[in-house]
């Protein structure tokens, strides 16, 4: 019978998907057959699944850190922001509506049954599945048909680690007073607390420790201490674009505009972990670098939105500069709709029904349309014959003169434009520069010819699993864990 156990957090980014993450790969090294779960998540930064769905981009992480591949049962809900307050709601990995967080809230409730069912279905091929909660356990307001947090632990009986951020400060406040604000019946479930993020002596903490013990009634663990190469991992969320800032001091550089709703902005994290590349996320109110020798358009969740707040911030222009004095530039979704003559959504898919102009620097016509194309692809890049493992995840149709110059071929069919000069080019593929070859194809002589992506992703896990099996004790952890007792 399989064991669960789930880590909650005192706020969001205390560290729970790495966590989580360390953990997967620690319990996969030591033999056993582990799963990541994650009830409910909002990001917009998703993968897609083997079983044609998609997952956010840290449950993703965790399979592969498990050693598994990832399922859409690993986050039977995930809700992606289109708006400040609605967002996209997924559901065993396809969309099912679009919400304000107001009716989303009224009506989650009802989703418990097939998030519970997908909990079954993990739990049934594993030793021990490890969940994760969402944001923070405190948050009483929203307590009220909860299927993320104390709602699932409840319905599944699952016990509860509280992890805690001490690098932000507060910590003892945080998880004492989480205890003090939840329903003792929520907080009958948490087993421990775990300090996360310690720098410095963990001696003088000791008393921390003792003190959140005996406030709580429960073990506290940890400190466990900063792991300084978590940015070399595929980040969760857009609170990750806060530290992303410039990445790299190669002598190549790739300016992104900080797009409202960029999505999967993890495409650009194997060229700022590139030696020989700076990556720039140009913020609003900033200008696109001159000098930069590539500029990227990144994905979106609301591509008419994000484009008209491009041109608010003067972008456009700068990437007509840019075109003029000779550069490249890439789309990817989004952004290679972006690069067309227009962008149609006649049923109101992204938000109000209309036609967007593109920037016109390909020659190509999107409209919206509401089914979502979600798929992994095996795919060549023409320009260089390079291969690209990669995934599509977007809604809407490309056609144009400029497809007929495809970016990239997928068995029979074309994919992708290019310009007729060849300095513009769009795709719909995601995680195309996670493809070594076709990295350095792209990059030329500045990419190192000995850097591995993937590689460094795998030996990154594995230094995080050895961190984590260090600094806890993980066989005291595996002994909260409880059995897995749904019918």
């Not at 405190?138 to 319905?155: H, K, M, P, T, Y």
């Amino acid at each position: 019978m399989a064991k669960a156990l789930m880590f909650m957090g005192t706020g969001s980014d205390v560290g729970k998907s790495l966590l989580v993450a360390g953990l997967c790969r620690a319990l996969a090294n030591r033999g056993l057959r582990v799963a990541p779960f994650k009830p409910q998540n909002m990001s917009n930064n998703a993968a897609v699944t083997m079983d044609g769905g998609e997952i956010g981009r840290a449950q993703a992480l965790q399979a592969r850190a498990a050693r598994r591949q990832p399922l859409t049962a690993m986050n039977p809900v995930l809700l992606k922001p289109e708006q400040e307050t609605g967002a996209q709601v997924v559901v065993r990995g396809q969309r099912r509506a679009s919400m304000t967080a107001r009716s989303y809230w009224a009506e989650r409730g009802k989703l418990m049954p097939e998030v519970l069912s997908a909990f079954r279905e993990l739990a049934s091929d594993v030793d021990i599945v490890i969940v994760e909660g969402a944001g923070s356990a405190s948050e009483v307001n929203l307590r009220a048909n909860d299927i993320a947090n104390f709602g699932f632990a409840q319905a599944a009986g699952v016990p509860v680690v509280l992890v805690g951020d001490i690098n932000r400060g507060g910590v003892i406040a945080s998880v004492v007073g989480t205890f003090a604000v939840i329903d003792p019946a929520d907080a009958v479930l948490i087993r421990a607390s775990l300090i996360n993020k310690f720098q410095g002596d963990p001696t003088l903490f000791a008393t921390g420790i003792a003190f959140i013990a005996a406030r709580t009634g429960v073990p506290c663990l940890g400190p466990v201490p900063w792991f300084a190469d978590a940015t070399r991992l595929p980040a969760e969320d857009v609170l990750a674009l806060v530290d992303y800032g410039t990445g790299g001091s190669g002598t190549f550089t790739i300016a992104v505009p900080q797009l409202p709703r960029i999505a999967n902005f993890d495409d650009l994290d194997p060229l700022r972990a590139e030696p020989g590349v700076r990556l720039v996320l140009v913020q609003p109110g900033e200008a696109i670098p001159r000098h930069a020798d590539l500029v990227i358009l990144p994905g979106s969740k609301a591509t008419r939105s994000d484009l008209a707040a491009l041109r608010e911030n003067g972008w456009d222009i700068d990437i007509a500069a840019h075109h003029r004095a000779g550069g490249k530039i890439l789309g990817i979704c989004g952004g290679y709709q972006m690069l067309g003559r227009s962008i149609a959504d006649p049923e109101g898919i992204e938000g109000a029904p209309g036609t967007s102009e593109g920037l016109g620097l390909l020659d190509i016509e999107t409209v919206l349309t509401p089914v979502k194309q979600l798929r992994v692809e095996q795919a060549i890049h023409l320009a260089s014959g390079t291969a690209i493992a990669g995934y599509h995840m977007h809604m809407g149709m490309s056609m144009g003169f400029d497809v007929s110059r495809p970016f990239a071929r997928i068995g029979e069919h074309n994919e992708g434009a290019v310009s007729s000069n060849g300095r513009v080019s769009g795709t719909y593929l995601h995680g195309l520069f996670a493809a070594d070859a076709f990295r350095r194809a792209m990059l030329g002589n500045v990419a190192a010819p000995d850097f591995a992506y993937e590689a460094s992703i795998d030996t990154t896990l594995d230094a995080l699993a050895a961190h984590l099996e260090r600094h806890l004790d993980l066989d005291a952890l595996l002994g909260l864990a409880q059995p897995v007792r749904l019918p």
